[in-house]
């Protein structure tokens, strides 16, 4: 980019269900009072800007981003710098829908300066074409800002309005292992909803504490999915299941829950204890199901296990974490549940 680049602070992004005041950080998943209320390591993972992402528009025909990072390491064994530290760039086509467009990642820790695009095609009809950012997963982040060339034009969108989803849990809801951030669970979710996400994924974490549904409790959300059982023990989950979810429904009392089975192991079949573990939490979520419906809960469901990751063991990086190819047959299979489930109609991309 030229010395002449127009330089745009991006601010507050989408996809956080806490705003302003209530954070530390623009880029905080939680408010600044869970620190107290919260285990350390899920506090600590929350500034992680996993699932956020900017929009805005513009008629560029270069782009340039420029965002910091905070932690070693930037990259890890089984994760990219791209996903881990980077950024990821969707622009709607001329009919409108978001395809990918570029990526950028860090070399080292601290501010990164990248060109995204150059020699952009213009868009149809002469106007401005919506860009959607996503910001790293496994990382803290901060400054993030748009360059563009000097005569282009530029505005940020407004967040958009429209009730979320909030999807808690593990790290395979944090993104873990996506190759880019916007192969992530929450992000391709949003896409093909049409809505945004809330994506509360804690890697090596989400054991339904009660705090984190009082937390959640909050926000007026359009459904409720809640994805724990792959750092859960049977114990924990006959222990927390059922109170965690009577803790939403005392303030949300007709929201849709969706309580979702741990995705199978790719080792499972050759490793008795694995299927055990599995068989095991999956009877105890399902009993707490069973008693809240039971109860008269006729907005609390239920998703099995079944082709989560698909049905050749080949949908993960490490037997347990999603690859892309994972992470979008999960999203294929969650998208027709969901639509049954939220109060419009979903729109795919």
């Not at 530390?24 to 929350?46: F, K, Y």
């Not at 992402?53 to 089984?78: M, S």
């Not at 790290?171 to 192969?183: D, F, K, L, P, Y």
């Not at 409720?224 to 009577?246: G, H, K, T, W």
Request: charged share 25%; hydrophobic share 40%; proline share 7%.
């Amino acid at each position: 980019m030229a010395d002449t680049t127009q330089w745009f602070d991006l601010g507050e992004p989408e996809g956080r269900g806490w705003r302003g005041p209530e954070t530390e950080r623009l880029t905080d998943r939680l408010p600044s009072r869970a620190q107290a209320l919260v285990p350390e390591p899920v506090w600590d993972l929350s500034r992680h800007s996993a699932g956020l992402y900017y929009r805005f528009r513009t008629d560029a025909t270069e782009l340039a981003v420029r965002w910091t990072v905070r932690d070693e390491p930037i990259a890890f064994g089984h994760m990219p710098a791209s996903s881990a530290s980077g950024v990821d760039l969707y622009g709607t086509d001329h009919s409108g829908a978001l395809r990918w467009a570029s990526f950028a990642a860090p070399a080292a820790v601290g501010t990164t300066t990248d060109t995204l695009l150059t020699d952009i095609t213009a868009p149809a009809g002469g106007g401005l074409r919506e860009y959607r950012l996503y910001l790293p997963l496994l990382n803290r982040v901060d400054d993030v800002a748009v360059g563009v060339d000097d005569a282009a034009r530029f505005e940020i969108v407004d967040h958009d309005p429209t009730p979320p989803v909030l999807y808690y849990g593990t790290s395979i809801v944090h993104g873990i292992a996506a190759s880019r951030c916007g192969m992530a669970m929450p992000a391709q979710l949003g896409r093909k909803l049409g809505r945004p996400v809330i994506g509360l994924g804690f890697s090596g974490n989400a054991r339904m504490e009660l705090e984190l549904a009082g937390l959640y409790a909050e926000l007026d959300v359009a459904a409720y999915v809640i994805d724990c059982l792959p750092n859960m023990s049977a114990e924990q989950v006959a222990e927390r299941a059922e109170p965690f979810v009577r803790r939403l429904r005392h303030d949300r009392p007709t929201t849709p829950i969706l309580l979702i089975e741990d995705r199978t192991m790719a080792d499972a079949w050759i490793r008795a204890g694995v299927q055990d573990a599995h068989l095991a939490r999956r009877a105890e979520l399902r009993a707490a199901y069973d008693r809240l419906v039971g109860a008269g809960d006729a907005n609390v469901h239920y998703l099995a296990h079944d082709g989560l990751l698909g049905c050749d063991d080949e949908g993960t990086v490490d037997g347990s974490h999603p690859t892309d190819l994972g992470f979008t047959r999960m999203v294929d299979l969650l998208v027709p549940v969901l639509d049954q489930l939220l109060p419009t109609p979903v729109t795919t991309a």
